[in-house]
């Protein structure tokens, strides 16, 4: 059927003659090992790039709350009220751009150079500010630092969907999300090294040089990038034509439909898709309220710094909470894929955070006060399941995934923006209210996912009483049988086995 195969054309510049390459049968020897070497491929290379990449992601966005530590403020006269605008004005630009960005990588034939592109961009200017002079040039740094970082977390988020199925992509997501909990502790490291041996070094204050140093090194991991990143399944330059054709088969079959857009799917028609979804918002209250309540990690350099410790040895109490974090995380998800199970492996971590501020509310011990921090830390082991959760259960086609990952992110760092003026410094050393609100924010983000949870059940409910396709996703299911070689009836007979994770 000529006319189906045409419509599950990818715009991206689909090679045409992929749909006649043969694949070893399902579940056969031959396929579980052409698998696993795609898998093994794309985990040696996909992954290692974009978890480094995220580690300068936010070494960049936060080296401004450590040069706060060794005279920032005072060398630019900022205000307490200054510095927190500085701080939340990167999402003024950071938020709204997510879902234009998102939608422009869905379309683009070169997802690596775009985002490689927009990695070499944020870096420059991450190593621009070091020669601000005052509180109008550090805004105008910190609004051009959001642009071209808007396009990174979602976008990564969205490729590794495009490249792995739904038991895959969590774990990938945590190891993703780990980098932003190391990127706290290898930041705090190198802040310690660059502010504490740095200062005057040509007649350059130290936090000039954090940001000198820190925007360089990302300039050249975007340059890398360029060349490490997959583009579509349909046209990556470094695998061969048999591992192109088995990536798009394989998420077809995980979805039961073809994962590609077809004429109808236009960007903006996944727009309005998403927009129209309430699960879509429902998700992005959700992520709105919780990093609202985790938002102490942008501020944790002065929470360690609190217990009464040296610059340089508060920067280097913040590291181990955060390396302990990024292991739980990848073990976390591990499990989560194993077992298919969504909900409390994101919400259980949010309730240590609870447990975390009960205690340090309570106490004024230096040790139980450490230790909360690191139960702090963990609140971010769940966090960076959001987004694969969002991919799981949000429907094709990729424009709407697209679409939705990019509001859910976009929404969601509202509370990051929010969050930077719930850490006022008049209200430390304890931190009495700025730990009240985020209790209160993790409470309803774990209702919320709640409420997720119970309509997903429901869904699949609805799914188990009604198998029948209906006429409005014959044409996928068709696309979907197209991609993997196999008759219209063996395609709608995979569809019965969807379910969504909850």
Known sequence: MPEDKTSFENKAGEDVSLTNIRLPEIGSPERLAAERRLVRTLDTRLLPTVFLIFIMNYIDRNGITTARLKGLEQDLKLSDLQYSVVLSVLFASYCPAQIPSNMILNRVTRPSWYIGGCVIAWGLTSALTGITKGYSGMLACRIFLGLPESAFYPGAIYLLSRWYTKKELAFRSAILYSGLLLSNAFGALMAAGILGNMDGKRGIRAWRWLFFIEGAITIIVGIFSLWALPDHPNNTRWINADQRRLAQARLAEDAAEADQDTELDTPLVGLKMAAGDPLVWAFAIMTTSQLLGLSFGSFFPTLTATLGFSTPISLLLAAPPWMVAGAMCCLNAWHADKTGERFFHITSWWWAVIVAFIISLSTNSIGARYFSMFLMSFGNVGSAMTLAWVSNVIPRPPAKRAAAIGIVNGVGNLGTLMG??????????????????????????????????????????????????????????????????????????????????Y
């Open 420 to 501: 930077s003026y719930v850490w006022k410094s008049e209200w430390g050393p304890k931190y009495h209210q700025s730990m009240a609100i985020s209790l209160c924010c993790l409470v309803l983000s774990s209702l919320l996912s709640l409420g997720i949870r119970q309509h997903l059940l429901r869904k699949n409910k609805q799914l188990d009483a009604d198998e029948l396709a209906s006429s409005a996703n014959e044409d996928r299911v068709k696309g979907a049988a197209i991609l993997e070689g196999i008759s219209y009836e063996q395609a709608l007979e995979r569809r019965k086995a969807f379910r969504y994770l």
